[in-house]
């Protein structure tokens, strides 16, 4: 099992990305994927999820409405749009993959994520 995150970089603040996670050695319907950052200095945070067993998707309240969950079967790809970023947005972004099943509360638990892309780093400065 491998997860490629790609498609971090410098961006002004109020611009857009959009980071790509390739999955391989499962079927982005038998997991849970999720998308987490972390921040210098701070600990790792979930960011957006979507759940494998009815497709719900959750965000964090810092990047409701701003960020987009998406993704692509045939590609085997999960993305995570971007937009009106801000300097506090300013992370690397990793991607994760459970096959055990989360309830919607424990969604951003990182202890129950066993694979892990390797991160891209995102800066948002003028």
């Known amino acids: 099992v491998q997860l490629q995150a790609s498609g971090g970089g410098l961006v002004q603040p109020g611009g857009s990305l959009k980071l790509s996670c390739v999955v391989s050695?499962?079927?982005?319907?038998?997991?849970?994927i999720g998308w987490f950052r972390q921040a210098p200095g701070k600990e790792r945070e979930g960011v957006s999820a979507r759940r494998q067993n009815n497709g719900s998707i959750r965000y964090a309240d810092s990047v409701r409405g701003r960020f987009t969950f998406s993704r692509d079967r045939a590609k085997n790809t999960v993305y995570l749009e971007m937009n009106s970023l801000q300097p506090e947005d300013t992370a690397v972004y990793y991607c994760a993959a459970t096959t055990r099943g989360l309830i919607w509360s424990s969604m951003f638990a990182i202890q129950y994520y066993n694979y892990w892309g390797q991160g891209t780093l995102v800066t948002v400065s003028s």
């Open positions: 050695g499962f079927s982005l319907d038998s997991a849970t």
